[in-house]
């Protein structure tokens, strides 16, 4: 798979409680963070992007600090359908602007940080196929083991299209997410577990890491030279620790 059949997704649409200010608009080498990390997906080759941004007054303002983004073709903000509930809704929202058997490569906007040979081998695990539903993914820590694939399940699939998403996750043919041990983001999705997001959100379940545990999943390991591309900006602190890095 090619990085230009990806869509990129960056999920901004957070309350930001602990950082006390937005972080999507923290300085990063002087540009806000949410332009840095879509700069950053465009230097992957990837043409599409969407910024998940919680409200239509938020993707107007994200919207504006995004034109002009070489190398991408096509910038979208999403709003949530499910307004407060948390990242399940941010995902959903980006999701579902994803073209119906296309793949999304997912970053929290408090990552700075993209990892070039990581995504490459994203791609790769992700057209080998194999998937497992990720309570049974060697390595990745569920605390639910009875947890199973949600597709052929139930659920509020339907119709032709749920029923050929349903047919070739059983069969192990497309990964609904592909990750690394313990860590969502940083991650390939497949269009297809919208399904599953929107029921979740109905339920009123926005466990993120109970979600990947119904997903059919490929856990890859990571490397040491990788553990960067998981730094996060949550608090003050680690903004400042990140920015005095090069000191």
Known sequence: MRAEEVTGVVLAGGQSTRMG???ALLPIAGKPLVRHLAERMAALGIRRLIVA????????????LLQGLAGADEIVTAADAYPGSG????LHAALGAVPERGYAFVMA??????????????????????AQSGA?????????????P??????????????????AAEQGAIPQVVLTPGQPFHALYHASAVHVLARRLE???LRLMSLLGELRTTV???SEAEEAAFVNLNTPELYERFERRGE
């Open 87 to 90: 990242p399940l809704a941010g």
């Open 21 to 23: 200010r937005d972080k």
């Open 150 to 167: 949600s597709i052929g399940a139930g659920g509020p699939m339907d119709g032709e299209a749920a029923g050929q998403a349903a047919s």
């Open 136 to 148: 049974e993914a060697e390595g990745f820590g569920l605390a639910d083991a009875s947890l199973r």
């Open 203 to 205: 339920q009123g379940d």
């Open 220 to 222: 890859i390991a990571l």
């Open 53 to 64: 941004c919680g409200t239509e007054a938020r993707g107007r303002e994200y919207g504006a």
């Open 109 to 130: 906007c408090d990552m700075p940080t993209v990892s070039v040979g990581l995504f490459a081998r994203l791609l790769q695990a992700a057209e080998g196929g194999g």
